[in-house]
């Protein structure tokens, strides 16, 4: 397995769940032989948020993943949530392991699972939590690191949100690039999948996720999606993965001379543009503190509702004018507004400073 090729992402396809024999022969016959697939997942031991839904086939599906992927030469993958799970999957000869969103979410799973893998080389691709924490991914990654697996990959499969959005899960880009940050060397693949719940967008996440230079794509595929037993929705058929893959445009981080030369005159016009606004926001806010010094003097609120939404209502007219997007625009004005109001009241609260706000790590 070569998760870190730069001419070809590595990926992952299956069902979410093992269903029957022959749906798992089925499937892993026709994904070992487009080629394309280097890895076949299926889930036995299915963590539902909700009772009432498939749970998993158990044991038995883990004989059916293993023979089938001997009869038909591919690698297959399962998803473990506790430590029986591990000592399962190893012992029937399962390639390789992930651990869900929901057992990142738990320390305790994730490290029962990490002492568990004690003295293996399996190799463990590990999912963000549901929620947004950066930490409780870093943290599944360096348990499991601990325990002496080499080979750990990360997954990205978005955020779970109380909004409804047209995602399942917010993909909230920043949050992988800050963990390719924190470990340059662990590849990062994504899953579409479940970022986007249904099948329409996959595509669109697919590439976004190989844009970013990605290493990889986990991707649900189905014999039949629309008899799944479970995630329906978000399974594509075989043919339809096929066509996915032979369609998505595997950027490469080109160096040659002469795009050095081209990116490096637009980057410079960028640093160039980025200073003026840097300066430009630090002479805002010594505005704020004049704003605040009188507001103080006057005894007047901090927040006039009248005077946001105004500011508001303008800057999205004048974005607009240029080409930007209004959302983008209310995003960033929210930000900086954010940061005015809690330095306003800084300076008229002083010397209380109710506003220091640190953040915490637990
Ligand atoms: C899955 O891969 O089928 C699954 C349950 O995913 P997640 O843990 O990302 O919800
Ligand atoms: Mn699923």
Known sequence: MNLRDPKKPFIIAGPCSA???EQ??????????????DLIRAGVWKPRTRPG??????????DWMVRA????????????????????ALKAGID???IGARTVSNPFSVQEIADALKGSNVP????????????????AIERIQNSGIKKVTAIHRGFSSYQKTRYR???????PIRLMQIFPDVPIMCDPSHICGNTEYIPYIAQQALDMNMDGLMIETHPDPENAWSDKEQQLTPNELID??????NRVQSNNESDQYILDELRLKIDELDELMVNCLAKRFQVVEDIAAFKKHRNLTVLQINRWSEILQQRVAEGKALGLRAEFIVELLEIIHNESVLKQSQIINQPHQVNKIQTKNH
């Open 124 to 139: 463990v691709f590990i999912k963000n939590a549901i929620n947004p924490d950066l930490n409780l991914w870093v943290g």
């Open 53 to 62: 839904n498939f749970e998993g086939i158990g044991h038995i599906g883990l």
């Open 169 to 175: 899960n917010e993909p909230l880009w920043n949050i």
């Open 96 to 98: 390789a392991l992930w």
């Open 24 to 37: 798992v022969f089925s499937i892993t016959q026709k994904l070992a032989a487009s080629g394309l697939v």
């Open 244 to 249: 996915l893959l032979n369609n998505l445009n």
């Open 69 to 88: 992927g001997k009869e038909y030469n591919i690698k297959v993958a399962t998803e473990v949530a506790n430590a029986n799970h591990v000592e399962e």
């Open 19 to 21: 269903e029957t024999e």
